[in-house]
Each structure stands twice: as structure tokens, then as C-alpha cells.
């Protein structure tokens, strides 16, 4: 049995569809994510998972029951990191994470270790008796995910977990977030930037405007939807565009953005050595390989960040 | 560093067992959100708390006792005359528990919701609206009853209640805070804009002027008395005057009564708007 399946599920706000009528399945263990960009409909579909949301029609079931009908006993399974951290400001750290333990109806003889278990492991014990407001960022952020964990869930809802974290942060994030992958725990992640969705995921939705535009694995929709390589060049902000038509058939497609152009080809350096022989003089050239990024921009025309 | 160990065997999801309507909106953990009422109001500031303990005590001393100067004496309940302290003292009551239970039930709430998103927290746990809104109101309620308390230990000691019966005044203003409380609730679910927010404010005013508080509403023509009596203040305040003197007539139950109504229209007004409120 599917840990979550959605058919059909659709969120309007007024004229707004939110989320338009899409269909997925998460088995246990998996790392599932959900990419796009903001506004795609990515934090709603989280929000009806974990029941706190209405859903205007389609099905939803999470551990076979519907979050609607049963939703504290579809939530005592769950972990929810909410994009914006929602912290008990009124509370210390560590009384953050045992008052969240309460809520589950979980006795303190089980919350009171468990707490300090998960202090150690978001790096927080010296801020246990820390009120809320005085940490930063990347601490509110581990603080709110070891709050998520409180419950033992058997599957974790990260909402952009690492947005708005230095890089350094970030790294230490994935790979809490990677031993508990590890542990078995089956992860739904959302995020906008489509190395986390690499780091994290073991297979993917793309989002645009509520619906769903490509499923699969990374690798497997990097190879569907883009070309191996990526030449990058830039002629200036003036000239980009005025070279489009003279560049596209260097290589399989073309996508120019305000910066640079993007060519997609099997073989960048080969590219960029026609270009090049063909008398063209680009400021600057970047070979690389094709990432998430591209496959959205090839099956939307548009970044993933704006 | 490993993952956390997995040591919770016994998943307390106490909801399994629960049918249909509660089954979707509780957890039966209702008490562990007044457990956090608790624990916030002990590591609150005292300050924070003793402030709302004054406003009525402030009221009665600056009208009571600077304006009762120049009134004298008023026709109490009955038509027996009392001091004009002692004529405001009881609707100061009332009026204490009416804005106390509204501002915990609206502008608390729709803070804690909107912008604290402290109820967000709380359901993504396995509490549900239900939990939150009754644990909510219970503790609104239990500031209510400190206050009252309080209050009636201030006019107790000035010498403004003359009867046994005043104790019963306690519980009255907790049911006067039910009503208002579980309205305000209901109709916090309508609003999403802090401009919204201030029309509660906009008509509470006038009917704590208005509602016998500071003069008898025979001041009034007929029509106008009659609009305030059909308002749930000028019941308590009438209600409470009775009690601070042990005077009771046929109208007592007429006030009671409408508190009665009131709390269990509010309640239930409350109930069937609980998933707008909290789950949108
Ligand atoms: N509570 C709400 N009221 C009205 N519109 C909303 C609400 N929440 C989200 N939306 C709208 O729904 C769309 C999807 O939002 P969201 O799910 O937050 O996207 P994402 O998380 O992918 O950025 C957006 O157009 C957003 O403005
Ligand atoms: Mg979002």
C-alpha cells in the first residue's frame, strides 16, 4: 500500500487553482519531492496531506485513511516542517519540543530524553534553555525539524526545508535529513532549487500552476527532458538576444535567458568549438552538465527562481 | 551522531477509536493545550497579568469614587438606594468579563492564528480544531476567573456588595465569558484583515456606554431600551447588580436564561465554524 495517494486532488482559493487536479503515489521509504517554482501549488498539496487543509475535490489517502475525515490519527504518523517556521515563541527550545510531544498525548518519561536525544542531533543542547526569538535562523530551522521528529513519524513533510539557510547550514540539514532517509523514514520534500531536489530525491513531480508537468527520478528526467551537456554563453545583456537565431542550430535546442544563452547538446567543448570557428566571441563560456534546472526551463520556458 | 532512535512502541493515537465527527476534529488531548496555557502564564511576565486585573479596579475607583462624589446615592435594585460605586461596581464585573473573553477569543485568536501561527503548530500534531478551540476557551475562561475573583475581593473590601449571594457572581461572570468567548470565536471565522477585527471593537464601546453600566437605561425613550435589552451586556450588568445585593425578581431568570442561550448557541455556533477557522 501507497503511503500517499492523490488522484484527482484539486485546491481552488476563489478563482485561484492552487492545485489542479493532480495524481501521485509515495511508497514507504521513498524520498519523494516536489519541484517547481513558487506559487506551483507545492505547500497546499502539503497542507491537504497533513489534513490542515481542505481539499476541494479528488481523493487523498495518507497511511490508507483520508486527512479530512481522520485527521489526528493520519497526523500521530506524521512530521511537518511548514515553510515558515511556526516555533512556540512563548516557550523555550527544549519546552518547544517536549509541548509538541504533548500535543501527540506522549508522556514526559518518553518526552523528557527524546528531547535531549533530539537537541544533540539538531545541534541545539547549549540552546535548550534558549527562548525561541534569540535563535538564529539555521537554528529555528533544525529546532523545527527536531520538533517534527518528536513523534517518530514514519513520514516526514519538509516544506522548502533549507530556504533562506546559509550554504554551510544547508549541508549539515541534507544529511540529518539523509540519515533519517536512511533509518527508513519516507521523506516529502518540496523545494524550489533543484540541487537540493538532487540531493534529496529519490524520484520527483515538477509543479507549474497546480498541475504536475513531468514525474521521475532525477537522472531519469534530466535524460528525458534535456541534452547531456549544457553550453553556457554570454555576449553581453545587449547581444544575447540578437544572436539567437545565428546560434540554434549549433546545437538541439536553445533557451536564451537576460544573462545567457543556454545550448543544449550532447557535446558542449564541440559546440563551443563551431561557435567559436564560425568567428563568434563570446565574453564568457561554461561547459557543463544538465541539471533539474533545465528541465524545467526546457518544459516551461521559464527559471525555476524568479 | 545517528538518527534518533526509534523508541516510541505504543503510538498514542487515542483518536482510533473515535467516531465520525470527533474522529475529524480531536484527538481527546484537549488538556495538553490548557497544559500550555499554564505553563505560558507561569513563565509570563506578572505584569502582563495583574494589568488586566486593574482596568476594572482603575474604572471603579476613578467613576466610583471621584463621579460617585458628585452623584450621591442611586436607586439600587429593587429601588433600594446604594452608592453610585456600588451601582457601577457589578457591571464593572460584567463588563471585565465581557472584553476579557472577547479579546482572548478574537484578537488573541486571530493573531495566535494569522500571525504567530501558533495554532498551525498545534494541528499539524495529532490535535485537532476541536482541541484548540475548547483548550483556547478554557483558558480565556480561567483568566476570567482570576479576575473575577480578584475584582470581588476589591469591592468586598470597600464595602460594596451587601449579600451572600455576590459569591455567586464568580461563576456568573464565567458564564457571561462563555457567551461572549464562544461567539467571538465563531465570528473571528469570518474575518482574515486586523480592519475587519476592529468592527468587534466598533460595537463593543457603545454598548458597554450604553448597556446600564454607568446610569440607568430609563434615561433612554422606549425604542432605544428596548434595542439595549435585546444586547447580551445589559443583561449581565443587570444580572450582577441583582446578585451584589441578594435582590431577585423575575428578570433574574430572564438574564440568566439568556446566557444560557447565548453559551449554548455560541458553542455550537462555534463548532460548525471550526473547520473554516482553523483548516482552510
Ligand atoms: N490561504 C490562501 N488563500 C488564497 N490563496 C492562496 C492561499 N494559499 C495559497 N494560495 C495561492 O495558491 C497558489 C499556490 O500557493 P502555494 O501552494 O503556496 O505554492 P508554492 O508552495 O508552490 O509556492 C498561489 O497562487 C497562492 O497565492
Ligand atoms: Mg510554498
Redesign the interface.
Known amino acids: 500500500m501507497p503511503v500517499i495517494e492523490a488522484r484527482a486532488l484539486t485546491k481552488t482559493y476563489g478563482d485561484v487553482h492552487a492545485v489542479d487536479g493532480i495524481d501521485f503515489d509515495v511508497a514507504s521509504g521513498e524520498s519523494f519531492g516536489l519541484l517547481g517554482p513558487n506559487g506551483a501549488g507545492k505547500s497546499t498539496t502539503m497542507r491537504m496531506i497533513?489534513?490542515?487543509?481542505?481539499r476541494t475535490s479528488g481523493t487523498l489517502l495518507v497511511n490508507g485513511l483520508d486527512p479530512?475525515?481522520?485527521?489526528?490519527?493520519v497526523?500521530?504518523?506524521?512530521g511537518?516542517v511548514?515553510q515558515?517556521d511556526?516555533?512556540?515563541?512563548?516557550?523555550r527550545a527544549r519546552?518547544n519540543l517536549i509541548?509538541?510531544g504533548?500535543?501527540?498525548?506522549?508522556p514526559y518519561s518518553?518526552l523528557r530524553?527524546?528531547a535531549d536525544?533530539?537537541l544533540?542531533?539538531a545541534q541545539l543542547t547549549e540552546k535548550a534553555g534558549e527562548k525561541v526569538d534569540n535563535l538564529s535562523g539555521g537554528m529555528k530551522r533544525r529546532l523545527t525539524i527536531a520538533r517534527?521528529?518528536v513523534?517518530?513519524p514514519t513520514v516526514l513533510l519538509l516544506d522548502e526545508p533549507t530556504t533562506g539557510l546559509d550554504p554551510q547550514a544547508r549541508h549539515i540539514l541534507w544529511d540529518?535529513l539523509f540519515?533519517?532517509k536512511?533509518?527508513g523514514?519516507t521523506l516529502i520534500v518540496t523545494t524550489h532549487f533543484m540541487d537540493e531536489a538532487e540531493q534529496l530525491c529519490d524520484r520527483l513531480i515538477v509543479m507549474d500552476h497546480g498541475k504536475i508537468v513531468a514525474e521521475g527520478s532525477p537522472a531519469d528526467l534530466i535524460r528525458r527532458f534535456s541534452t547531456r551537456e549544457v553550453l553556457e554563453l554570454r555576449f553581453g545583456s545587449e547581444r544575447n538576444a540578437e544572436l539567437v537565431d545565428d546560434l540554434r542550430h549549433y546545437a538541439d535546442s536553445l533557451e536564451p535567458l537576460p544573462d545567457r544563452l543556454l545550448l543544449y547538446t550532447e557535446d558542449g567543448e564541440a559546440a563551443l568549438a563551431r561557435v567559436r570557428a564560425d568567428g563568434h566571441t563570446p565574453m564568457t563560456t561554461l561547459v557543463r552538465r544538465s541539471s533539474l534546472e533545465d528541465v524545467f526551463l526546457r518544459l516551461t520556458g521559464r527559471s525555476l527562481i524568479d | 551522531m545517528t538518527a534518533p532512535a526509534r523508541t516510541l512502541d505504543v503510538r498514542r493515537s487515542r483518536s482510533g477509536g473515535l467516531p465520525g465527527w470527533f474522529a475529524a476534529n480531536s484527538s481527546g488531548n484537549t488538556a495538553t493545550v490548557i497544559e500550555r496555557g499554564f505553563k505560558v502564564i507561569r513563565n509570563q511576565n506578572w505584569i502582563i497579568i495583574v494589568s488586566g486585573f486593574f482596568e476594572p479596579v482603575f474604572y471603579l475607583l476613578s467613576m466610583g469614587l471621584g463621579l460617585g462624589a458628585l452623584v450621591g446615592t442611586v436607586a439600587g435594585p429593587g429601588g433600594a438606594p446604594i452608592s453610585y460605586a456600588a451601582f457601577i461596581a457589578p457591571a464593572l464585573l460584567a463588563t471585565s468579563a465581557m472584553n476579557g473573553a472577547i479579546y482572548d477569543s478574537t484578537w488573541n485568536v486571530f493573531f495566535k492564528l494569522r500571525f504567530a501561527k501558533l495554532y498551525e503548530g498545534m494541528l499539524a500534531t495529532s490535535l485537532g480544531p476541536f482541541d484548540v478551540a475548547a483548550g483556547e476557551i478554557f483558558m480565556a475562561l480561567f483568566r476570567g476567573f482570576l479576575y473575577a475573583l480578584g475584582f470581588m475581593g476589591v469591592i468586598t473590601a470597600m464595602g460594596l456588595v451587601t449579600s451572600w449571594w455576590a459569591l455567586a457572581m464568580v461563576p456568573v461572570a464565567l458564564l457571561i465569558a462563555l457567551g461572549f468567548a464562544s461567539l467571538g470565536m465563531a465570528i473571528t471565522s469570518y474575518f482574515s484583515t486586523f480592519q475587519q477585527m476592529d468592527w468587534i471593537n466598533i460595537a463593543l464601546l457603545p454598548m458597554f456606554m450604553f448597556s446600564s453600566t454607568l446610569f440607568p437605561i430609563t434615561v433612554f425613550p422606549q425604542a432605544v431600551q428596548w434595542f439595549i435589552m435585546a444586547l447580551p451586556l445589559w443583561h449581565g450588568v443587570e444580572l450582577m447588580r441583582q446578585l451584589s445585593v441578594g435582590h431577585f425578581e423575575a428578570s433574574t431568570w430572564v438574564h440568566l436564561g439568556y446566557f444560557l442561550v447565548m453559551s449554548v448557541l455560541g458553542v455550537a455556533f462555534t463548532t460548525r465554524r471550526l473547520r473554516s477557522l482553523f483548516l482552510r
Open positions: 497533513g489534513g490542515t487543509s481542505l479530512e475525515t481522520h485527521g489526528p490519527e497526523r500521530a504518523n506524521l511537518v511548514p515558515t511556526n516555533l512556540d515563541t512563548e516557550l519546552d509541548m509538541y504533548r500535543y501527540f498525548g506522549l518518553y530524553p527524546k536525544e533530539l544533540a542531533f517534527a521528529l513523534n517518530e540529518r540519515r533519517l536512511e533509518a523514514v
